[in-house]
């Protein structure tokens, strides 16, 4: 039984409740205030970005949105929260009741509980300094970084089902713009709570928490590995124990951390200093207004209105980005099947794992090059030959043509002498064909085409060849 708790930095300029800059990479300690150092007297002024943000993932989420929520005081010390306390939200979060589908042998909805606002704790570094074996060195930078936490039923039941949830939850995210999700920046973490049960079993088994997992492929292996731990345990005869645990890369396994905390632990109460979130219903209809399409309703239209095989509506819909670029592409060209096609294979296999937004051709430019193949002006040989000399040059394809005389031959005069001079220097083939074997004619238009250095028409070629050899 796996439960999870995804914490998402919200991409708002300035932090959740002052107006220090968001930003990576920084100064140590250089964007900080009164406010997110937690000093005596200052008081926090809640970011309404940062609220809509949250509101906005909700809505992606399926969530319900409460018209009325509350901050509350989260007690507790780390070196790196300077006031002693969070502000997190706690009995009435700003939304509630949504869920993620995924598809891992089947299609099944992963239940969200709740989504909470709280703001960021700093950062304590351990490496990297002369006396790191001695001090820990505080950076209060991310301190008061407006974050959402995400926190899903106990529905997963694998490792393999919780990747695809964060999967599905970051493409989610990054497509209604609240959140980067980069997982090197810090800006999306996973906490997973584990426990296990013998099948047929009603009651939940004692449950461990890993704590911040920060890839999905570690967050897989440590699942597996913390599955496997309490299988054994229990087998043995032993009990698990409730506690934190971190999971350990280099040796592939989870150590406990500390005992697990309760509720009642954090000693929650109302924060004083703010007043509670009221969500007016313009406010959430306006908000509701301004989401783009899901990821999920875009694969089901690429689908439905392009006629696109699965694979090709999810490769395109991997981010907002491509599948901005992809329709663009689909319009120009006029052709969504082989706009396709050339973005799958030709364009990502010329950026190699790089974005969509550093491509040297744009999507007008790819649009315009598959018209032309689809109008008979190049041949599709002609065309990938072309393409990464568009991406070299940043000329369009028709200037390319031009420059290098490459416009596909369509006029069946000029053919005929070209498929006239093939049928006499291969009367072998000639007889083969003439005999019943209809495979000799792709031989034939091939010796056209390489006479032709591929600028032929393949098809005006075949219908010259099937009329002259009847």
């Excluded at 906490?191 to 088994?205: C, L, Q, T, Y």
């Excluded at 997992?213 to 124990?241: C, H």
């Excluded at 969509?356 to 041949?379: D, F, H, N, T």
């Excluded at 003439?434 to 098809?459: D, E, I, W, Y």
Aim: proline share 5%.
């Amino acid at each position: 039984m796996i439960g999870l708790e995804v914490h998402v930095q919200l991409a708002t300029r300035t932090k959740i409740f002052c107006g220090c800059p968001v930003e990576f990479g920084a100064s140590p300690n250089t964007n900080v205030c009164p406010v997110c150092l937690g000093l005596p007297g200052a008081l926090p002024v809640l970011n309404r970005p940062a609220v809509e943000m949250a509101i906005k993932a909700a809505l992606a989420l399926h969530c319900t949105i409460n018209p009325s929520s509350r901050f509350a005081r989260k007690n507790y010390f780390y070196p790196d929260l300077p006031k002693g306390y969070q502000i997190s939200q706690y009995d009435q979060p700003v939304a509630e009741h949504g869920w993620v589908e995924v598809n891992v042998g089947g299609v099944k909805r992963i239940g969200i509980t709740r989504v909470h606002m709280e703001d960021d704790a700093g950062k304590s570094m351990h490496e990297g300094f002369r006396d790191s074996a001695t001090y820990t060195y505080v950076d209060l930078n991310r301190s008061g970084t407006p974050l959402i936490e995400i926190v899903t039923e106990p529905d997963i039941r694998s490792s393999d089902e919780a990747h695809a949830f964060l999967t599905e939850l970051k493409q989610v995210l990054q497509y209604v713009g609240v959140s980067e999700c980069d997982m090197e920046k810090g800006q999306l973490r996973c906490d997973a709570n584990i426990s296990v049960r013998p099948r047929g079993a009603e009651k939940f088994g004692t449950k461990a928490e890993v704590k911040n997992l920060n890839s999905f492929r570690f967050a897989k292996m440590a699942l597996d590995y913390e599955i496997g731990r309490q299988v054994k345990l229990i087998e043995r005869g032993g009990t698990v124990a409730q506690e934190t645990r971190l999971y350990n890369p280099a040796t592939g396994e989870t150590a406990s951390m500390r005992s697990k905390e309760h509720a009642h632990d954090y000693r929650y109460f109302p924060e004083p200093d703010l007043l509670p979130l009221q969500v007016t219903e313009e406010w959430l209809s306006s908000i509701r207004s301004g989401m783009p399409e899901l990821p999920a309703e875009r694969r089901q239209r690429f689908i439905a209105d392009y006629g696109l095989p699965e694979y090709n509506a999810q490769v395109l819909t991997s981010s907002r980005a491509l599948s901005d670029y992809f329709e663009r592409v689909a319009s120009v060209s006029g052709d969504p099947k082989a706009a396709a096609n050339w973005v799958i294979t030709d364009l990502l296999g010329l950026l190699a794992g790089r974005e969509v937004s550093e491509s040297p051709v744009s999507a007008e430019r790819l649009g315009e090059l598959v018209s032309l193949v689809a109008k008979g002006e190049l041949s599709g040989k002609m065309a990938r030959e072309i393409f990464p000399k568009m991406a070299e040059t940043g000329d369009a394809a028709a200037v390319i043509v031009e420059r290098e005389g490459l416009k596909q031959i369509s006029d069946s005069g000029a053919l005929a002498k070209i498929v006239d001079d093939v049928i006499a220097a291969n009367p072998k083939q000639v007889e083969e064909y003439k005999a019943g074997k209809a495979a000799v004619l792709k031989f034939l238009v091939g010796q056209v085409m390489k006479a032709s250095r591929g600028q032929a028409n393949p098809v005006a070629v075949n219908e010259l060849f099937v009329e002259k050899l009847k």
